[in-house]
């Protein structure tokens, strides 16, 4: 088995993010790797993110799209939430990581800024990353499918393996 030293998992607090944090913590703990998490946004702005809970209990976000690919605001009130993503989201999303990861010892958190996909694969080359673990899709999963997946670009552009959690 290929011993992993540094492992680098992307972070948007959606569901396939929380396993893509499932799929890291195992491959951390079998290899006692230094884990980095890294959230990744673009400009300054303020949407709405609806909070759903998986299987498990635990909490994710999301945003509904409608079928013309624009986000839908037919979310009863109290179940969706209006944030400053600069300011809040990346707090937000390090404490979702940080409380799942809280058992392990080496973990580091970074908050990136540009186009997920290239500051993924920029920061994995610039810190020598072994594997880079993402979610299948993220929060804005509908328009994606429209404009290409974060995890393709990263999976076509990274240097190193890429681990897509479904």
Do not use: W
Not at 69 to 78: D, L
């Amino acid at each position: 088995m290929v011993q992993h030293k540094k492992i680098l998992v992307a972070f948007d607090g959606s569901e396939y993010g929380l396993k893509a944090l499932d799929a890291a913590k195992e491959l951390t703990s079998t290899s006692d790797a230094q884990l980095t998490v890294v959230y990744v946004h673009g400009e300054p702005l303020e949407h709405a993110v609806s909070i759903g809970t998986n299987p498990a209990g635990e909490e994710f976000m999301f945003q509904q799209y409608t079928a013309s690919g624009s986000i839908s605001n037919s979310i009863p009130p109290g179940e969706q939430e209006t944030i400053i993503v600069e300011e809040e989201m990346p707090q937000q999303i390090m404490s979702m990581a940080s409380a799942k990861l809280s058992d392990l010892q080496r973990v580091a958190y970074e908050k990136l800024v540009g186009k997920p996909a290239e500051e993924i694969v920029k920061f994995a080359a610039d810190n020598d990353t072994d594997v880079i673990v993402i979610g299948h899709r993220g929060i804005g999963a509908f328009k994606k499918m429209f404009t290409g997946s974060v995890s393709e670009k990263v999976t076509t552009d990274a240097e190193c393996s890429v681990f897509i959690v479904k």
